[in-house]
């Protein structure tokens, strides 16, 4: 199965409220959103603060209790001419699962279409064009797989300008370029061994498999991907050229398999940059002492102390920081869960607290939780709770990262009666009336 991110139209004409038609991520941080008309700008505003919710890769879809997360919309700004695409800056996307926008805002409670789902599956095609100019520029654009027939489909839904004009360049006779083609795929359990055919106008000039060269018959016009079986998703980049050499046939570019069905060559596509889920490494059972007989009292003062500085970075009961998660209802979740919480703060990391690694273009590296502010910031919060504003056009890369920005250490630091004192504390709190 091709993962379509189309969203088809129900069929429901309901007054004259735009419907969305697609969606899909472009960056870690940033999804756009297609609509069947452009927004005014009080719709546009009402996309901003829609939710949109996940669960963790390990959860269950139909268990109310599994973990759940939301990312939040900070910025929504028309894109194309016609206004119908709209680029949306996020919170970023931890890892590659299915992502649930609610547009409740804009559509109202009862609309069908309030919700639309996405993962971050697909390719990154980006045009370039030999002689650029304001009629043809730079163009990137998203593709279900690496097949210029499945991405032909999907325009002829979706008709964006911007990718109106990607089809025309490829199929034009007038328009010379390079189409580079970027994706990851698998994990495989076993070895695999794909062609990735391009014939017509278009021709391979180089393909790669993770950074090495793959084999390339150019009079064939065929490169042998040879994907390792493996653990993690295995990148691959074809650079193909737009020549002069017309044929007849037009330019054709798919992927087949002597070994597969092609239906399973065409799934498990995944963005280039889509985060891979990281495990931390301690996974083993914990023990956990006697906490027992604490003074919630102490507690309050260990909390909000120097030493451990927990008000730093968490709120409990309407007091101390957002940094990490509110902690007014943790008393009520088993004891073995909230002490492991505090002695092991990477062995589960709450879903909307992932750290990420952000590079910056001056050459900076920031580790710490991320947020959207608007259209054009995001703001990172390190493990000293610091917070730095950054440029979302000054970012260079943004990867989530296994570990926690929650100090390590804390149970030594603390010793064991603060910790009880702490716990007592915590747990004091779990029935009542919790700040937010
Ligand atoms: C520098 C900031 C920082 C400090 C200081 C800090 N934490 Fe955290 N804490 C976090 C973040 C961020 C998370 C969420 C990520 C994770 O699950 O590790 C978290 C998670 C937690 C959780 C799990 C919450 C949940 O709902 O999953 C508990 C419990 C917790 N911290 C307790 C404490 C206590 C108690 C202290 C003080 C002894 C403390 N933290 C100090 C940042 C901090």
Redesign the pocket.
Known sequence: MCAWILLLLVGVSQNDLPHPQAVWATSPIEIKLVFNRALTPDEQNKIIDSPISFLTPSAKKDDADSPRGTLHIAGATPDDKDGRTLTLATDPHPWNTTFTLDLKGLLGEHAPERFTSYTLSGVEATWEPDVPADAQPTLTTWWPCLDLGQYRMSVGTLLTTDQLQFVKNIDGSLGRGRLTLRTSVGPFAKDQAFDLICTGSLVLEDVTVDNEPAKIDKAAGKARLQIPAGELPVEVAAFIKKGQNLDARGPLLYLITASEPVESVRSGFTLPWAPVRLAADSAAAIEVPDLSGGDPAKGEAV?FGQA???G???AFQGRGKQ???N?SD?GKRELSW?YR??AE??A???PE?VTFTVSVNDGRILAG?VRALDAKQIQVID???QATVLARADINEIRPSAT????VG?VGV?GPENLRD?IAY?RSGGNAAAAK
């Open positions: 909390f451990a500085k927990c730093d970075c968490h940094v990490g998660p902690l943790v909230l919480s505090i703060p990477s589960e990391i709450h607290y939780t493990t000293g709770a926690s920005i929650m100090p804390l603390l702490l915590l």
